[in-house]
């Protein structure tokens, strides 16, 4: 089957750097998704990392590691417009169509 | 980033009725585009996948006569809501999938929000 595991709520403080943990078991997997999503608002494409390791952009990166089916978005120097969720996903290949399989989010609250 | 819009972003409707939601991705073409539902406080579940020209294909127990799907060209894919009810009230989005080869990912539109009344 396809899983997705992430936390489904975290705290931080602004100015602070946060990691937020995606682990996955998808077959077919062919890339990792981060995206961002404001309360009443449809998600936004922050990441795609496909090869192991480090990507940086800007205030946020983010990690793959495919051997061992993890991954992480960083988050550094944190402001309060960065509460929000922060989806995980998982792009699998089923034959020539592609296909996000959705972590069920992580909740980020960004205390002053 | 490349820009996917959907039209309309909000629409209340009596049961019974049918609502047709677009979605265009504007500077890029888009073999494929999917529709998502998304409940409150749950994450996006994939209703199904539209190449263009060709039939979506659903995902388990998405209704394909109630939820047609139409991808007419590599920038306009629309999903109707037939004979809508209140549970199919919920939040709508479309994605599009674009880039260069190898580089493809996967932008949203900014929602459709359908109230069923």
């Known amino acids: 089957g396809q899983n997705i595991d992430q936390p489904t709520e975290m705290t931080a403080t602004e100015g602070a750097i946060v990691q937020i943990n995606c682990t996955y078991q998808?077959?077919?997997?062919?890339?990792l998704f981060w995206y961002q999503q404001h309360a009443g608002e449809a998600p936004t494409f922050l990441s795609y990392?496909?090869?192991?390791g480090l990507e940086e952009k800007g205030r946020f990166s983010s990690f793959l590691s495919r051997s061992k089916g993890y991954s992480y978005l960083l988050l550094k120097e944190l402001q309060m417009k960065d509460s929000a969720s922060y989806l995980c996903?998982?792009?699998?290949?089923?034959?020539?169509?592609?296909?996000?399989?959705f972590g069920k989010g992580t909740k980020l609250s960004v205390k002053p | 980033g490349a820009v996917v819009s959907q039209h309309p972003s909000r629409v209340i409707c009596k049961s019974g009725t049918s609502v047709k939601i677009e979605c265009r991705s504007l500077?890029?073409?888009?073999?494929?585009m999917f529709w998502y539902r998304q409940f409150p406080k749950q994450s996006l579940m994939l209703m199904a996948t539209?190449?263009?020209?060709?039939?979506?294909?659903?995902e388990q127990g998405v209704e394909k006569d109630k939820f047609l799907i139409n991808h007419a060209s590599l920038t306009l894919s629309t999903l109707t809501v037939t004979s809508a009810h209140p549970e199919d009230s919920s939040f709508y989005i479309c994605?599009?999938?674009?880039?260069?080869?190898?580089?493809?990912?996967?932008?949203f539109g900014p929602g459709t929000r359908l109230l069923v009344l």
């Open positions: 994605s599009a999938r674009g880039g260069w080869s190898g580089q493809e990912t996967q932008y």
């Open positions: 998808t077959s077919g997997f062919n890339g």
């Open positions: 990392n496909v090869l192991d």
């Open positions: 996903a998982s792009l699998i290949e089923p034959g020539s169509q592609g296909n996000l399989i």
């Open positions: 500077d890029f073409q888009a073999t494929t």
């Open positions: 539209s190449n263009e020209g060709s039939k979506a294909t659903y």
